[in-house]
């Protein structure tokens, strides 16, 4: 069965330093999601794509936080500089269309640590 | 703002018993809602879903119960199994047009433990 990919599945940095995560969609999936889930929440919409382009950002913290998919496949997901606040599973879903209907298959995340 | 509330942290359940998870939500343009699984060291999956059309959606041992009036939904899980033991969040969505198809709000979640 077709997976949603994402390395590194743990990531430890210290403060100021820039950190970096990948999320490779299941193939054929037009629409790539990026959420953030702090411990004891629920996952928190940061970027969605619709292929190469992105048609919701408002809640990525510009300032440091960055996302690309450039060739409308797999996609990075930047933070530079990292702070304290950053530590917090990151996690990437994938979707056939933009129909919201359809199901996300979300990869198994990326334990961000920030010290 | 805490648009989608599940306010039970945690639920212990007998196996063969009833699991009853709730959520409430404030944003009434939510027409659509979503429960999703997560075990530990895993993302979530999808379980089961309910258009505002609707007041009710079952599939197999899996039923999910819409009150638009009292902005509430349940998840209700007969008969309970231990391997049913995971963390469950609501999620909704608001058919806001154009590109924000998809994008879904998600509770805190609720940890459910069924027992042998």
């Known amino acids: ?115 | 703002d805490q648009q989608v509330k599940q306010n039970s942290p945690s639920l212990s359940v007998q196996e063969g018993r009833i699991s009853i998870l709730n959520c409430d939500y404030t944003n009434s343009m939510f027409d659509y809602f979503l429960w999703y699984k997560k075990y530990p060291a895993e993302g979530p999956t999808f379980l089961i879903s309910i258009s505002s059309i609707k007041d009710k959606n079952e599939d197999g041992r899996f039923t999910v119960f819409l009150n638009k009036s009292a902005k509430h939904l349940s998840l209700h899980i007969v008969p309970s199994q231990p391997g049913d033991s995971a963390v469950y969040f609501c999620a909704a969505s608001a058919d806001a047009g154009g590109t924000s198809y998809g994008k879904l709000t998600f509770g805190q979640g609720t940890i459910l433990t069924v027992h042998p």
Do not use: N
């Open chain 1, 1 to 115: 069965e077709a997976e949603v990919a994402q390395s590194p599945r743990y990531k430890i940095t210290e403060k100021s330093q820039a950190v970096a995560f990948w999320c490779d969609p299941i193939s054929g999936h037009a629409t790539l999601y990026w959420y953030r889930q702090i411990l004891g929440q629920g996952p928190e919409l940061l970027v969605q794509f619709q292929d190469e382009s992105v048609v919701d950002d408002s809640q990525l913290p510009k300032d440091r936080f960055s996302a690309e998919r450039l060739k409308g496949v797999d996609s990075t997901l930047k933070i530079q500089p990292a702070e304290l606040g950053d530590s917090a599973m990151y996690l990437c879903a994938s979707s056939p269309i933009l129909e919201r209907s359809d199901t996300q298959y979300f990869g198994p995340g990326t334990r961000l640590t920030v010290l």
